[in-house]
C-alpha cells in the first residue's frame, strides 16, 4: 500500500517562500500525476500543480509562477516551492498521486502564513 | 479555462435516503478524467469514483458516478453514517485540473 507524507515548516513569514516535501512510501514515483492540492481553513480543494514521472510539470495559472514542484533524485520524494506568500496562502497542504482506480492522498499538512 | 459547478450547495437527507449530487463542466470534458472525492472533517479526500462511472478500489456499490460531456452526477444509493460529507468532482487532464467548489450532505 502506497502511503504518501507532507513535510516542512508550519509558520512561513509574508514575502518568504513556503518548501514542503512529499515522502513516498510503498512505491516509487513512477507513472501518474504526482500534485500538491491546497484547502484554506473551512474553504474547498484548490490544484496547486503536479509533475508527472517524466517530469513534466504543469500549474493552476492563478498562482502567477510563484509554485514550482520538483522531483527528488531518488525517485521517492517530490517538493513543492510557493514564493511570496501572503495570508491567502494559509491552508492544509496536500501531496497527493491522482490517476486511476487509486489515488493516494497525505494526511495533509497546515502552514500558516504569518508574521 | 474549465470551471466546475456542483449543484446543490447542500443536500439534507436522512440516512437510508437516496442522494444525487451534480457536477457541471463550463465546456465539454473527457470524461476519462472525471473524478469524485468524499472528504469528512479532518481528512485528506477519498477517490470514490474515477472516469465518471468507475468505482475506485475498495469503494461500496451504494456509489455510482454517471455523465458525459458537460453533466456528471454521483448517486448514493443509501446514505450511511460516513457518508454525510464534503463531495467534490475534479477534472484532471493534461493542465486543464480543477475541483468544484463542493456539495455538503449532511443529516436531517
Known amino acids: 500500500q502506497m502511503h504518501l507524507q507532507e513535510s516542512g515548516p508550519g509558520l512561513v513569514k509574508p514575502s518568504e517562500t513556503l518548501s514542503l516535501t512529499c515522502t513516498v512510501s510503498?512505491?516509487?514515483?513512477?507513472?501518474?500525476?504526482w500534485s500538491w492540492i491546497r484547502q484554506p481553513p473551512g474553504k474547498g480543494l484548490e490544484w496547486i500543480g503536479y509533475?508527472?514521472?517524466?517530469?513534466?510539470?504543469s500549474y493552476n495559472p492563478s498562482l502567477k509562477s510563484r509554485a514550482t514542484i520538483s522531483m527528488h533524485t531518488s525517485k521517492t520524494q517530490f517538493s513543492l516551492r510557493l514564493s511570496s506568500v501572503t495570508a491567502a496562502d494559509t491552508a492544509v497542504y496536500y501531496c497527493?498521486?491522482?490517476?486511476?482506480?487509486?489515488?493516494?492522498w497525505g494526511q495533509g499538512t497546515l502552514v500558516t502564513v504569518s508574521s | 479555462e474549465i470551471v466546475l459547478t456542483q449543484s446543490p450547495g447542500t443536500l439534507s437527507l436522512s440516512p437510508g435516503e437516496r442522494a444525487t449530487l451534480s457536477c457541471r463542466a463550463s465546456?465539454?470534458?473527457?470524461?476519462?478524467?472525471v473524478a469524485w472525492y468524499r472528504q469528512t472533517p479532518g481528512q485528506a479526500p477519498r477517490l470514490l469514483i474515477y472516469?465518471?462511472?468507475n468505482r475506485a478500489t475498495g469503494i461500496p456499490d451504494r456509489f455510482s458516478g454517471s455523465g458525459s460531456g458537460t453533466d456528471f452526477t454521483l448517486t448514493i444509493s443509501r446514505l450511511e453514517p460516513e457518508d454525510f460529507a464534503m463531495y467534490y468532482c475534479?477534472?484532471?487532464?493534461?493542465?486543464?485540473?480543477?475541483f468544484g467548489q463542493g456539495t455538503k450532505v449532511e443529516i436531517k
Open positions: 497527493a498521486r491522482v490517476g486511476g482506480a487509486n489515488s493516494f
Open positions: 509533475i508527472f514521472y517524466t517530469g513534466t510539470t
Open positions: 472516469g465518471a462511472s
Open positions: 465546456q465539454s470534458v473527457t470524461v476519462s478524467y
Open positions: 510503498g512505491g516509487s514515483i513512477s507513472s501518474y500525476y
Open positions: 475534479q477534472y484532471y487532464y493534461t493542465s486543464q485540473w480543477t
